[in-house]
């Protein structure tokens, strides 16, 4: 006579699913109750796509959209870092929950991040207001790691009352940024000599406010009129907001306040008028749907074509030049 599934891990009869729900129904409980531990783990397995991560991002849905959503983008060296622990720490004063979290490019060796979170925010250790995680980009080329979404909705659902993401800091190229954050700051220094060629061909664009950071150096108001200018000769707004001009040194604070209330005053443009609100929430559910669905679809025709298997039996032709890959992937059929 079979097993009776009591539900129970270690049970005979309990499946792997049965185990990935117990688990999720745990991790869950512990955001619940906002245990570092359980966030931790939570976006471990969100980041690594596990079927935990699936089951408990199913649980935590309806819990999740209520945080502040800041994105943090720019170039590299441009402070990004600093500037979001000077946020973070002056949200901190006021009693707000604060979850970071960093996008560093994907180690060629363990594929994890290259820097990690104590190197950026040493701050954050044994303040249970303050969650930091450094995430691996994985190869992907927004300067967020494709998973960034998620591991937001865990630091959403922990009870966080704001979400600061920080970009990897490839410049033109970090777009997506704009796709996950309510708001997105795009910091900028004045030793960045194509700052404004930068902006022309498209970085611009995702900002909502931007901060010249290091104001102190040498070229911080050429910089600050330059981003003026050709706010004023393009006419650029997103979608009726104006991005403001922060001049800042985050090293030192100075400015940084400005910053924050210049993302609260957009946050107040945002939520002013309900038919605006609604248009942009739909749009934006509306990427990441399709964003889903290609990450699903491209896992499924991999898992049901067996191409990790008919790759290694074509690979050895193909390198040898053999066998053209452009016939081979006709070959396929994957329709």
């Known amino acids: 006579m079979p097993a009776r599934d009591t539900g129970e891990i270690g049970n005979p009869g ?7 729900r117990q688990e999720a129904a745990r991790l869950a409980e512990g955001l619940e109750r906002r245990e570092r531990r359980a966030i931790a783990r939570a976006i471990s397995h969100v980041e690594d ?5 699936r089951e408990l991002l199913d649980r935590i849905f309806v819990r999740a959209g209520t945080a502040r959503r800041i994105g943090v983008t720019g170039p590299p060296g441009a402070g990004k ?6 946020l973070a720490t ?3 004063q006021r009693g707000e ?11 060629p060796f363990t594929g994890g991040a290259i820097l990690g979170d104590r190197v950026r925010m040493p701050s954050a250790s044994g303040d249970e207001g303050l969650f930091v995680r450094s995430m691996a980009s994985r190869g992907s080329l927004g300067g967020v790691s494709a998973t960034t979404h998620e591991a937001a909705d865990v630091l959403d659902a922990a009870g966080f009352d704001w979400i600061l993401i920080e970009t990897v800091g490839v410049g033109q190229s970090e777009l997506e940024v704009v796709e996950l954050a309510d708001t997105v700051l795009l910091v900028l220094v004045p030793e960045s000599g194509d700052a404004v060629q930068t902006m022309k061909a498209g970085i611009m664009e995702i900002a ?3 901060v010249v950071n290091k104001y102190d150096r040498e070229g911080g108001d050429r910089l600050v009129r330059d981003i003026s200018v050709t706010l004023e000769l393009t006419g650029w707004t997103r979608q009726g907001w104006v991005p403001p001009i922060c001049p800042a040194t985050a090293t030192s604070g100075e400015g940084v306040a400005k910053v924050l209330e210049e993302t609260e005053a957009h946050e107040r443009w945002l939520t002013g008028d309900e038919r605006r609100r609604e248009r942009m929430r739909l ?4 990427r990441r ?12 025709v991999w898992e049901q074509a067996r191409l990790e298997e008919r790759l290694a039996e074509a690979l050895p032709r193909i390198a040898a030049r053999e066998l053209s890959p452009y016939r081979w992937i006709a070959s396929l059929r994957l329709e």
Not at 283 to 286: D, F, L, S, T, V
Request: charged fraction near 25%; glycine fraction near 6%; hydrophobic fraction near 50%.
């Open 90 to 92: 002056l949200l901190r």
């Open 14 to 20: 309990t499946t792997e699913a049965d185990v990935a």
């Open 283 to 286: 749009e934006k559910m509306g």
């Open 81 to 86: 870092s600093t500037l979001v622990h000077a």
């Open 208 to 210: 909502d406010v931007f």
């Open 97 to 107: 929950r604060v979850g970071v979290l960093a996008i560093d490019p994907t180690s």
């Open 49 to 53: 796509e596990t079927a935990v991560g």
């Open 289 to 300: 749907l399709r964003a889903l669905l290609d990450r699903a679809l491209v896992r499924r």
